[in-house]
């Protein structure tokens, strides 16, 4: 059964940093077309943070670029999502999609609150 699984959102003071997850399983890791960070603000559609490629390029919306980080881990079927100095307005649930042989499967997202 193809899932994946993120983790790593939580509460976290402006300026923090946070490092979140997505575990597959049950899909071809190393040989998806693209895996994914997006994130949906309340009251917001859901955007586009990064991707990431299986050769390691990654791909970066203008917002996200200088803050954020993706990498992926092929021996732990994993990718990852670095975020630094964390603003009120990066507040949202963040969901890792990975898209392979014409499918684009969804996580259950883990929410990140930016707060004082």
């Known amino acids: 059964q193809a899932q994946l699984v ?3 959102g939580g509460l976290v003071q402006p300026g923090g940093s946070l490092r ?7 899909i071809p890791f190393n040989s998806t077309t693209s895996m994914g960070w997006y994130r949906q603000a309340p009251g917001k559609d859901r955007e586009l943070v990064a991707l990431i490629f299986n050769n390691g390029d990654a791909k ?6 200088g803050r954020f980080s993706i990498s992926r881990d092929n021996a732990k079927n994993t990718i990852y999502l670095q975020i630094r100095s964390l603003q009120p307005e990066d507040a949202a649930i963040y969901s890792c999609n990975a898209k392979f042989s014409g499918r684009s499967i969804w996580g259950q997202g883990t929410r990140v609150t930016v707060s004082s």
């Open 6 to 8: 993120e983790s790593g």
């Open 20 to 26: 979140l997850s997505c575990a597959a399983s049950g």
């Open 60 to 65: 970066y919306v203008n917002s996200a670029k």
